[in-house]
């Protein structure tokens, strides 16, 4: 099955400066990775999300790009605040077989924390 | 729009007990919820899949008569855990999607504490 591995398990960064999380996977097969943003009691968050056929994808300050032939994706913010402090989650799964819904793998979440 | 609700977001019951926990897709139908654990500082585990209508696919090493899961309309799931136990105190999680190709959404959790 597919293993997805998260770096770095806790990441600390002042404001205003950027924050990069990296996964591996496993699964040559897998073509959709969806990042989750998740705070304290609550539940995962969908922030952006890139498939196999694209490198690259950009929704204001976060982007996430892809390198197939190394397998591996990585999450990228921009200009942090405060408010972006939260575990985050990458994830990978592939299209199911015989049209059954696709499953995702989760790695194990990096702890962002913003120092003001 | 994708708003997946979940009810209660926490409950405390004593040992022996069995406690439900409901999955709703508020503003779309779904076929397939799913339903995820997480411990502490940990990431999601997949317990089963939820598909209206038939019995639920669980993962390895998850029992299938303490975690039940009934999938009875296109809206709503829900995950009855039986005889609950203090090691079964966790993060319950579920989420489904508006199409097999759509982004997974998630509820907000329901934090069980068994006493």
């Known amino acids: 099955g597919e293993n997805v591995e998260q770096h770095p398990s806790t990441l600390s960064v002042q404001e205003g400066d950027s924050a990069v999380i990296k996964c591996t996977y496993s699964?040559?097969?897998?073509?959709?990775f969806p990042w989750y943003k998740q705070e304290l009691g609550k539940g995962p968050q969908l922030i952006i999300d890139i498939r196999s056929n694209v490198g690259e994808k950009k929704d204001q300050r976060i982007a996430v790009t892809l390198n197939k032939t190394a397998k591996h994706f990585s999450l990228h913010i921009t200009e942090t605040q405060p408010e972006d402090s939260a575990v985050y989650f990458c994830a990978a799964s592939k299209a199911g077989s015989s049209g059954s819904a696709r499953q995702l793998t989760f790695g194990s979440g990096t702890q962002l924390t913003v120092l003001p | 729009g994708a708003v997946v609700s979940q009810h209660p977001s926490w409950v405390i019951c004593k040992s022996g007990t069995s406690v439900k926990i409901e999955c709703r897709s508020l503003d779309f139908q779904a076929t397939t919820m799913f339903w995820y654990r997480q411990f502490p500082k940990q990431s999601l585990m997949l317990m089963a899949t939820s598909n209206e209508g038939s019995k639920a696919t669980y993962e390895q090493g998850v029992e299938k008569d303490k975690f039940l899961i009934n999938h009875a309309s296109l809206t709503l799931s829900t995950l009855t855990v039986t005889s609950a136990h203090p090691e079964d105190s966790s993060f319950y999680i579920c989420?489904?999607?508006?199409?097999?190709?759509?982004?997974?959404?998630f509820g907000n959790g329901t934090r069980l504490t068994v006493t």
């Open positions: 699964d040559s097969a897998s073509n959709y």
């Open positions: 989420s489904a999607r508006t199409g097999d190709n759509s982004p997974l959404h």
